[in-house]
C-alpha cells in the first residue's frame, strides 16, 4: 500500500532534479520538499535511487501493466513516452547519474513487457527459445530507442517512434516466429 509519504517525495525530486543534477540531491532536500522526515524517506527507501525507481515503476509500469495486450502496446508505448517527455529532466538525469543502469533496466523491462504482449498473440509458446530471444532483443530495441530519443531531445514526433516500433514488432516477429515453426 501506497502512503502519502512516497508520492510527496516522488514529486520532490522531480522538482528537485530541474534544479540540481540527481547526484547532488540531499535526503535532507528531498525530506524537507515533501513536508516529511528524514526518518519518512529511510523508512520507505533505501537511497535516492530507491525512490527513483519507485517513481519510474509507479508512475509508467502500473499504467501499463494494466490491460497489456497485443491490441493495444502501441498505446501504451506512446504513453510511456509521452512519461518520458514530460518528466524529461528526471529521465536524463538518472540516464546520466551514478546508476544509469537503473534507467536502462527500466526501459528494457518496459519494453520486454510489450514485446511479450505481442509474442503472445502470435506464438503461445511463451517460454520457448526463440521467444525469449525476441523478447530480449526487440526489448532491448524499444529501450535503446527510447534513450536515443531522450538524448536528442524527445525532437522525433512520438507518433513516428509507435509508428516504426509497430511495424518492426509486428512483422518480424510473426515472421521469424513462421520461419522458426517450419523449420
Same mark, same amino acid.
Given at each position: 500500500?501506497?502512503?502519502?509519504?512516497?508520492?510527496?517525495? $516522488?514529486?520532490?525530486?522531480?522538482?528537485?532534479? @530541474?534544479?540540481?543534477?540527481?547526484?547532488?540531491?540531499?535526503?535532507?532536500?528531498?525530506?524537507?520538499?515533501?513536508?516529511?522526515?528524514?526518518?519518512?524517506?529511510?523508512?520507505?527507501?533505501?537511497?535516492?535511487?530507491?525512490?527513483?525507481?519507485?517513481?519510474?515503476?509507479?508512475?509508467?509500469?502500473?499504467?501499463?501493466?494494466?490491460?497489456?495486450?497485443?491490441?493495444?502496446?502501441?498505446?501504451?508505448?506512446?504513453?510511456?513516452?509521452?512519461?518520458? &517527455? &514530460?518528466? @524529461?529532466?528526471?529521465?536524463?538525469?538518472?540516464?546520466?547519474?551514478?546508476?544509469?543502469?537503473?534507467?536502462?533496466?527500466?526501459?528494457?523491462?518496459?519494453?520486454?513487457?510489450?514485446?511479450?504482449?505481442?509474442?503472445?498473440?502470435?506464438?503461445?509458446?511463451?517460454?520457448?527459445?526463440? $521467444?525469449?530471444?525476441?523478447?530480449?532483443?526487440?526489448?532491448? &530495441?524499444?529501450?535503446?530507442?527510447?534513450?536515443?530519443?531522450?538524448?536528442?531531445?524527445? @525532437?522525433?514526433?512520438?507518433?513516428?517512434?509507435?509508428?516504426?516500433?509497430?511495424?518492426?514488432?509486428?512483422?518480424?516477429?510473426?515472421?521469424?516466429?513462421?520461419?522458426?515453426?517450419?523449420?
Amino acid at each position: 500500500m501506497v502512503s502519502h509519504a512516497e508520492p510527496e517525495l $516522488a514529486n520532490a525530486l522531480k522538482i528537485l532534479v @530541474k534544479q540540481l543534477p540527481l547526484d547532488k540531491i540531499t535526503i535532507d532536500s528531498l525530506a524537507d520538499l515533501a513536508h516529511v522526515n528524514r526518518n519518512t524517506f529511510y523508512y520507505h527507501f533505501d537511497d535516492i535511487y530507491d525512490l527513483l525507481k519507485w517513481t519510474l515503476e509507479h508512475d509508467i509500469i502500473m499504467q501499463l501493466q494494466c490491460d497489456l495486450t497485443a491490441q493495444n502496446w502501441s498505446e501504451k508505448y506512446e504513453i510511456a513516452l509521452s512519461y518520458v &517527455a &514530460a518528466n @524529461k529532466q528526471l529521465c536524463l538525469e538518472a540516464l546520466h547519474s551514478q546508476k544509469h543502469d537503473l534507467l536502462e533496466k527500466f526501459l528494457f523491462e518496459l519494453g520486454s513487457q510489450m514485446v511479450q504482449s505481442v509474442m503472445l498473440t502470435i506464438d503461445n509458446a511463451k517460454s520457448s527459445p526463440i $521467444a525469449e530471444d525476441l523478447i530480449d532483443f526487440y526489448g532491448s &530495441a524499444i529501450a535503446a530507442q527510447i534513450i536515443k530519443w531522450l538524448i536528442t531531445d524527445c @525532437k522525433t514526433p512520438q507518433e513516428r517512434l509507435v509508428t516504426r516500433a509497430h511495424l518492426i514488432l509486428n512483422g518480424a516477429i510473426e515472421f521469424i516466429t513462421s520461419k522458426h515453426i517450419a523449420e
